[in-house]
């Protein structure tokens, strides 16, 4: 079973700067406020998800705007630099190596060593930071649950499990059944 580590050093105080000279070695280093959390690779079940999700993101994206995925740095502060699982942006807000402005819509799937950070940490930087949308998409259970940004509070926007179909409308529309993203088909 893997797991998440914090890594230490003298200080706490780490900067997006660091993250420059650390290794290109399949880890996902991240840092919220300050503090790095290293994560390790995701296992193909995780990669699967995250590529089902982009392209059903993908296939109805407007030109103005772009779908990603990990590793796509969002950079909202000095302290804190997190990668969505998949993101959408306006193409107009894309820097040359990271995104400092929020994203549209910030989608994690979760897995064992990254549901407390999922949950917990990544959606509290992505409320404080403006990201409109937040999806979850728990490939366990299977079930996918969506928030939208409210005055400046995360509300569920719709929730998902099994054969079920939600429709969202943003940042476009998309509808998402949570079985179609665990199997080998894409099914809608």
């Known amino acids: 079973m893997a797991f ?8 706490n105080d780490w900067t997006v700067a660091d993250l420059e000279n650390l290794p290109n070695d399949g ?7 300050g503090v790095l959390i290293v994560s390790p690779a995701p296992i193909p079940l995780h990669q699967r998800a995250v590529g089902k999700l982009f392209t059903v993101l993908n296939s109805g994206c407007p030109p103005e705007l772009e779908v990603f995925f990990a590793p796509l740095d969002f950079q909202p502060n000095f302290r ?3 990668q969505p699982d998949v993101l959408v942006v306006r193409v107009a807000d894309l820097g040359e190596k990271n995104l400092t402005v929020a994203p549209l819509l910030a ?5 064992p060593s990254t549901r407390r950070k999922d949950l917990v940490l990544k959606r509290s930087v992505y409320q404080d930071a403006g990201v409109a949308a937040y999806w979850v998409f728990d490939p366990d259970e299977p079930s996918f649950r969506a928030w939208e940004l409210r ?3 995360y509300t569920e926007a719709g929730f998902a499990a099994g054969k079920e179909k939600l429709t969202l409308n943003n940042p ?3 509808t998402i059944c949570p079985n179609g993203i665990i199997t080998r088909q894409l099914q809608l």
């Not at 998440?4 to 200080?11: F, I």
């Not at 880890?27 to 406020?33: F, S």
């Not at 989608?107 to 897995?111: F, P, R």
Request: charged letters at 15%; glycine letters at 4%.
């Open 151 to 153: 005055e400046g509070q």
């Open 4 to 11: 998440m580590t914090v890594m230490h050093r003298a200080t």
């Open 107 to 111: 989608v994690e799937v979760l897995s």
């Open 80 to 82: 804190t630099s997190v």
């Open 172 to 174: 476009y529309p998309v």
């Open 27 to 33: 880890l996902q280093y991240e840092l919220i406020d």
